[in-house]
């Protein structure tokens, strides 16, 4: 099994920045792309950002210059830097890990973007 922890999460003002985080930890043999997808209510969970093993990246058009994905693998940590956060940009935001074409997902962290 496969556990993800995130953190970084809060409410910030339009235009600020926030750093999410997610670490696994339990069997990580195996372990390839991490992620982080997003869920605003009434809509459907989305992609935001993704990132192989070797750094190659994929982001959502609507997040592209803005949002940055790292990832440490030593550490099995995954980053995500969401600069110029807009209102929209409001959502619950979840950690994915794909280990042998199987995706793991974290318990979600709320993002709020307000004044």
């Known amino acids: 099994q496969v556990q993800l922890v995130e953190s970084g999460g809060g409410l910030v003002q339009p235009g600020g920045s926030l750093r999410l985080s997610c670490t696994a930890s339990?069997?990580?043999?195996?372990?390839?792309?991490m992620g982080w997808y997003r869920q605003a209510p009434g809509n459907e969970r989305e992609l935001v950002a993704r990132i192989t093993p070797s750094g190659s990246t994929n982001y959502a058009d609507s997040v592209k210059g803005r949002f940055t994905i790292s990832r440490d693998n030593a550490k099995k940590t995954v980053y995500l830097q969401m600069n110029s956060l807009k209102p929209e940009d409001t959502a619950v935001y979840y950690c994915m890990v794909s280990k042998f074409n199987r995706d793991y997902w974290g318990q979600g962290t709320q993002v709020t973007v307000s004044s």
């Open positions: 339990g069997s990580l043999f195996g372990l390839s792309d």
